[in-house]
């Protein structure tokens, strides 16, 4: 167990918690004649305050300007991913030309599991399977080049290396620094919470009897479901897979 789970009082991740509130926000504004009819501190004001903190939330979970450098890292890091793809495909072929002389399969040669790395946009284990073909190409330099390996692509394998591993390490920074100061103000967090909880609770009261499915709207179950659901699509890259990964 984290400590920020041990700290938290709120049953989601950290990064949901905003967007949590976000749409419960949009529900109350929707419904506010229907709050404010059920007692008169459901007003507009309210609701402002509401947005208010969740604001301030979002830049502590995700400041602007740290958010814009990730997605730049991460774009950076994507397209590296993607420029591997070619080269890995290539690399199999010669691979299979090479026969028995290298003896390897796809699996051992480390093609597999990098190609597998990349589709999951795993940068770590996209640098070290990278790092052990690369080793494995300069083990088997000569079949491979026999058979047609040429400089191009075993610089353009050996050349990715560097910049995985300097992304890699400012992402982790940047991510590790942020968590620090989500710790440190997680209180912030759990009032926010605990108005969420709050407002839609009264929520799921006032429309039980005559709306259900309103009401179902305002259970953090069904909120939280919603996030996932916009937040969990990853595309994927096409890399062609081989007996050893189906």
Known sequence: MTKESVLTKFNCKIEELPFICRFALTLGRRDMSDFMAFSPIFNADYFDRFEVKINA?????SPQTETEELKKITKNLYGIFDGLIDP????RGYLHLAGESVGISDKNF???PLAQKIRSRDAEGVRQNLVHVNRNIQKFMSELTTVGLN?????HLTAAVAPITQNNQKQFEISSQRRETVRKNIEKLNELYLNLIEFTKVGSIIYKASDPDKANEYTFVNLKKKVRIITNVKPEPEVTKTKDEE
């Not at 939330?57 to 979970?61: Q, R």
């Not at 890995?88 to 690399?91: E, R, S």
């Open 110 to 112: 480390g093609l597999s």
């Open 57 to 61: 939330a979002e830049n502590l979970v």
């Open 88 to 91: 890995i495909n290539k690399v």
């Open 151 to 155: 400089a191009e692509i075993v610089n």
